[in-house]
């Protein structure tokens, strides 16, 4: 059972990447998944959500408009297409899914925006 | 919703206890009575996980020496003899509204 992410790397202020997370172990598509980011030193910050089938997306104030969650329920991905990015987008960010019956953290992708 | 903890670090002599408090902007009680409070524990080099959720359940596996209570707008988070495992970094949430929030964390070190 785990969530694996992958896509973060360095990028320049304004550019684009693109982070993919992919679920193993469980019924991928019977949970909502969310992206949650942590700056070094920081607690973590909510970045966005996606329900189960897809039907509903929501994204925290600092990322609306520039980011973009999916996902594909036949491959077990979600992925977070990110633009415009900012050197304060800088973090590791985690793909999780969280309930009273089922908390599950992937490791975490380091994206780093710096010129 | 603005989640607030203190203290900022505890340093704890392994067996003694240990007490963490999380106050929230508004209460996270809903109208059918549920409360959306969780607690997280970050151990060092690791993701967070969740340990408590609705104030006082403990999570699959949680030990009980880990016990949650609050009300309203007011929580604690309590550890009844501290064990070298329990090191890293304590943050509440809450997610009666979106977005959800954490606090600031609390680090526990080991005396």
């Known amino acids: 059972v785990q969530l694996v992410e992958s896509g973060g790397g360095v990028v320049q202020p304004g550019r684009s990447l693109r982070l993919s997370c992919v679920g193993s172990?469980?019924?991928?598509?019977?949970?909502?998944m969310h992206w949650v980011r942590q700056a070094p030193g920081k607690g973590p910050e909510w970045v966005a959500i996606i329900w189960f089938d897809g039907s509903k997306v929501y994204y925290g104030d600092s990322v609306k408009g520039r980011f973009t969650i999916s996902r594909d329920n036949s491959k077990n991905t979600v992925d977070l297409q990110m633009n415009s990015l900012r050197v304060e987008d800088s973090a590791v960010y985690y793909c999780?899914?969280?309930?009273?019956?089922?908390?599950?953290w992937g490791r975490g992708v380091p994206v780093i925006v710096s010129s | 919703i603005v989640m607030t903890q203190t203290p900022l670090s505890l340093s704890v002599t392994p067996g003694q206890p240990a007490s963490i408090s999380c106050k929230s902007s508004q209460s996270l009680k809903d109208t059918k009575g549920k409360t959306f409070l969780y607690w997280y524990l970050q151990k060092p080099g690791q993701s967070p996980q969740l340990l408590i959720y609705?104030?006082?359940n403990r999570f699959s596996g949680v030990p009980d020496r880990f016990r949650g209570s609050g009300s309203g707008a007011d929580f604690t988070l309590q550890i009844s003899r501290v064990e070298a495992e329990d090191v890293g970094v304590y943050y509440c949430?809450?997610?009666?509204?979106?977005?959800?929030?954490f606090g600031g964390g609390t680090r526990v070190e080991i005396k």
């Open positions: 609705e104030v006082f």
């Open positions: 949430a809450q997610s009666i509204q979106l977005p959800p929030t």
């Open positions: 999780v899914t969280t309930s009273s019956t089922f908390d599950l």
């Open positions: 172990g469980f019924i991928f598509g019977n949970y909502g």
